[in-house]
């Protein structure tokens, strides 16, 4: 199996077995992410194969440092278009039940113009994941960035559901806190 | 700014988050005992609560069977239970009972039967009850959140009691236990959005 930087240059010198290389590397990490949003194995492997065409045409002219969560970064995009496809009329799944619980996290009243800039919002996620020790971090990652269930992530730390819920909902009213301080006057 | 553009903000989090949570590039899955642990102490609690009941069942049936006259007042204190509790005037009969189990000590007849906060110092006792398990409460048809600080080991000024929490009207939200019901709660006149559970060694806020 290749290293991050001996396919990255694949797609450099226009090589399409950057794509072959890819699959086998980051097919099954990509899977589950699209799979953690989407439910469907169907809508899961086409996410997959935009997600591979994507990075073809972005690599390059760009070159990620970190080509993992390159890749990450565009199935999770592409995974969430998707849904957002599928679910234009009706809300369902655990998706819907994810994004609920972010609603916790959004201040009342109105952030100022300029937050809305996703950019900026990523920025103060940042630095408030930088307050957080390591395994609390690590949770919040893998249920909002990874979407994995809560059931998954409890099995990985030998913890109870209800443990996981509680440290979720901890952390949401600390981002729901912090996004409140640095945009928002009640 | 709605809760898809949020998840789209935290996608943008840095490369070293996303790297150090990657479920792929995890260690390996935990050891049996680690993941039991969670399920070691309720099922303790469960073989501790059952052990007691087999142990009290038991000594009531060797009071009955060691002869006919120890029969006959056991058989007598029976009856005088039954019509304790038909009558709780009648209590009398119980007595030798409810020491019984408190010479085990699991609690006492006071811990049994008494204020919510000797109820909240067992369930504390018992592991059941930390900031960890604490869940939000619903009180009065409203939501409040636990304020993640320390209890206030005195009763926060200007306090008074303005109910208990019920399963029956108020749901309440306790990690796999709901034995926060019947517990006091206290607000100060001026916050109405506050309020204050008592507990054995504290009392924690909520806030709406």
């Known amino acids: 199996m290749l290293e991050d930087p001996q396919i990255i240059q694949l797609y450099m010198d226009r090589d ?8 086998t590397k980051y097919g099954r990490y990509c899977t589950r992410i699209a799979l953690n949003i989407l439910e469907s194995s169907g809508d899961a492997e086409e996410c997959v194969n935009d997600t591979y065409f994507r990075t073809w045409d972005s690599i390059p002219p760009q070159k990620p440092d970190s080509f993992s969560s390159f890749l990450g970064r565009i199935v999770r995009n592409i995974s969430l278009d998707r849904y957002r496809y ?3 009329q009706k809300r369902f799944g655990k998706m819907d039940v994810l994004l609920s619980e ?21 920025g103060i996620i940042n630095n408030f994941l930088g307050t957080l020790e390591k395994q609390r971090r690590v949770i919040f990652v893998r249920r909002y960035w990874y979407s994995q269930s809560i059931r998954e992530i409890a099995r990985a730390y030998g913890m109870t559901e209800g443990q996981v819920k509680s440290i979720l909902f901890r952390l949401r009213s600390a981002l729901r806190a912090t996004l409140e301080k640095e945009g928002v006057h009640l | 700014m709605n809760r898809e553009e949020l998840f789209g903000a935290i996608g943008g989090i840095q490369d070293t988050y996303i790297e150090e949570a990657n479920p792929e590039l995890a260690s390996p899955p935990i050891p049996l005992v680690r993941r039991l642990r969670p399920y070691i102490g309720m099922a303790a609690v469960f073989v501790l609560v059952i052990g007691l009941a087999v142990l009290g069942r038991n000594t009531l049936f060797r009071s009955g069977s060691t002869g006919s006259a120890e029969f006959s007042r056991a058989t007598a204190d029976n009856a005088r239970a039954d019509t304790a509790a038909a009558s709780p005037e009648a209590a009398g009969g119980l007595e030798t009972v409810e020491e019984t189990a408190a010479e085990y000590g699991l609690y006492s007849k006071d811990q049994a039967e008494g204020t919510t906060e000797d109820k909240a110092q067992f369930i504390m006792e018992s592991g059941l009850l930390s900031p960890e398990t604490l869940l939000p409460i619903t009180y009065g048809g409203e939501v409040y959140a636990p304020v993640w600080a320390e209890l206030e080991t005195e009763m926060p000024s200007g306090c008074q009691q303005v109910g208990e929490l019920s399963t029956e009207t108020d749901a309440v939200f306790y990690l796999e236990n709901a034995s926060l019901e019947g517990s006091l709660v206290y607000q100060i006149a001026s916050e109405e959005n506050t309020l204050y559970v008592a507990y054995a060694d504290g009392w924690q806020r909520y806030e709406k």
């Open chain 1, 86 to 88: 599928n679910h234009a």
């Open chain 1, 102 to 122: 972010l609603e916790d996290c959004i201040p009342t009243g109105n952030l100022t113009e300029e937050l809305f800039e996703a950019g900026e919002v990523s």
């Open chain 1, 16 to 23: 399409t077995r950057a794509i072959e290389e890819t699959d």
